[in-house]
């Protein structure tokens, strides 16, 4: 099978991404729009109506619009957060649900997850699943994260010579506690409200790690029946690894490698603390699967591919 794929919003960082994978690829017919076309609605329609598969690597409004463009004969797969928790669309995330797949082999509306909402999600849906948070708890997270996910304005930024001093320390944004991935940390990881969340730039590339802080005692659950839940839930999962429970050497000298992920489409999900407290921890490569690598691997499930083709387990 040899899939024509077009990629609209190309020359952003996550088509840029992308466009690393696909090329890479003996199954896949790239479809380019020219630079002088790309905001030419009649030739962008042409080529998303053309191509077995579209992802779309825009702004809200302009998925919107590009979404409006495209027959159903394209499947369309959507990196913005327009559509992660619209009805008619299938979140892209394999790995939600025992269903979640059989989903995504049906639709043709596909809407990828956040970088920040991806690790919430598969830090806290199993443990819901499971009984073992209820829908009300109070859930707060951090989230430290490369600067490559604030887009092209943000990496030129950072990597200016000489590079602006304010800006090597980690720099909390989104401090009006809104933050654009809420919406689909509340709807896929079943909560009745959406947690306190916030998110914090650090001065390199890329890499992510969520942390959620649980009271053991008020919720009447040890570590080792959060680690049991997850560890269920992901044991036959290929880019999803539960590290082991009370050993040293799941960390780098007694701290947290938040890039360790990166150049892969791995999770690396941590259950820590104490048997008071516990921190649960994720870490990915935003512009793996945290972006690109999570678009690619819904296309190789969505066309009944290997899950993996072209994608790392480790880097």
């Known amino acids: 099978m040899t899939l024509k794929v077009f990629v609209d919003g190309q020359a952003g960082t996550t088509g840029l991404r992308l466009h690393d994978y696909l090329s890479a690829r003996d199954d896949v017919t790239l479809l380019q729009i020219d630079e002088a076309q790309r905001k030419n609605a009649d030739e962008r329609r042409r080529l998303l109506n053309e191509a077995d598969v579209a992802f779309l690597c825009l702004p ?11 027959e159903m004969d394209t499947c369309l797969i959507d990196a913005s957060t327009a559509f992660r928790t619209h009805d008619d669309w299938v979140y892209g995330l394999p790995e939600l649900a025992d269903s979640q ?24 849906r199993p443990l819901r699943d499971a009984g073992l948070i209820p829908d009300s708890y109070p859930l707060s997270a951090t989230s430290l994260t490369g600067y490559s996910g604030g887009g092209k304005q943000m990496i030129a930024d950072y990597e200016a010579s000489p590079r602006d001093p304010r800006l090597d320390s980690p720099r909390p944004y989104a401090l009006g506690l809104a933050h654009k991935h809420l919406p689909e940390m509340r709807y896929h990881g079943r909560l009745a409200h ?14 992510l790690t969520v942390s959620i802080p649980l009271a053991l005692e008020t919720l009447g659950v040890t570590r080792q029946q959060l ?27 007694g701290s947290f490698d938040v890039q360790a992920c990166n150049g892969t489409n791995r999770v690396d999900l941590f259950v820590l603390g104490n048997d008071e407290r516990a921190v649960l921890m994720a870490r990915l490569d935003n512009l793996g699967k945290g972006a690109a690598g999570a678009a690619i691997q819904c296309m190789n499930v969505r066309f009944g591919l290997p899950e993996d083709k072209g994608l790392a387990v480790y880097a």
């Open 227 to 253: 680690h049991d839940a997850l560890s269920a839930r992901y044991a036959n999962e290929a880019f999803v690894r539960v590290m082991p429970l009370n050993d040293d050497s799941v960390l780098d000298n």
């Open 101 to 124: 797949r059989d989903r995504l082999k049906t639709t043709q509306r596909i809407a990828v997850p956040g970088c920040h909402a991806s690790a919430f999600i598969l830090l806290t």
């Open 60 to 70: 809200d409004a302009a998925s919107r619009e590009a979404a409006a463009l495209t």
């Open 194 to 207: 959406a947690p306190i969340f916030q998110p914090i730039v650090g001065p390199f590339l890329k890499g």
